[in-house]
């Protein structure tokens, strides 16, 4: 079991950079891979970032190259930097713990409120 809350969304510029952190409570944070995932209204929520327990990472295409997620089981957070953002970013970022299925990850139930970010000009 594990509570998890986001930080860090805000205004930024197109261009300009974020970083998101999600922190943990309970004693398993480590036995999770965590997932960063957005959703904007009228659209289906999509991953954007996966990170296993082990530390193998797996990225959306539309973010890959710009995004990059970290964790830190010591702390029981994890981190998603966002580099050269543009409009299509603006969504709701929520963290989520996943399920590691023969390194396929797969949704708990345990998600954290998110946190906005809007990209704009």
């Known amino acids: 079991q594990v509570q998890l809350q986001e930080s860090g969304g805000g205004l930024v510029q197109p261009g300009g950079s974020l970083r998101l952190s999600c922190t943990g409570s309970?004693?398993?944070?480590?036995?999770?891979?965590m997932g960063w995932f957005r959703q904007t209204p009228g659209s289906e929520r999509e991953m954007v970032a996966t990170?296993?327990?082990?530390?193998?990472?797996n990225y959306a295409e539309s973010v890959k190259g710009r995004f990059t997620i970290s964790r830190d089981n010591a702390e029981k957070a994890v981190y998603l930097q966002m580099n050269a953002l543009n409009p299509e970013d603006t969504a709701v970022y929520s963290c989520?713990?996943?399920?590691?299925?023969?390194?396929?990850?797969?949704?708990?139930?345990?998600w954290g409120q998110g946190t906005q970010v809007t990209v704009s000009s």
């Open positions: 989520n713990a996943g399920q590691d299925v023969n390194g396929k990850y797969y949704q708990t139930d345990y």
């Open positions: 309970g004693n398993f944070f480590s036995f999770y891979d």
């Open positions: 990170i296993t327990r082990r530390g193998i990472t």
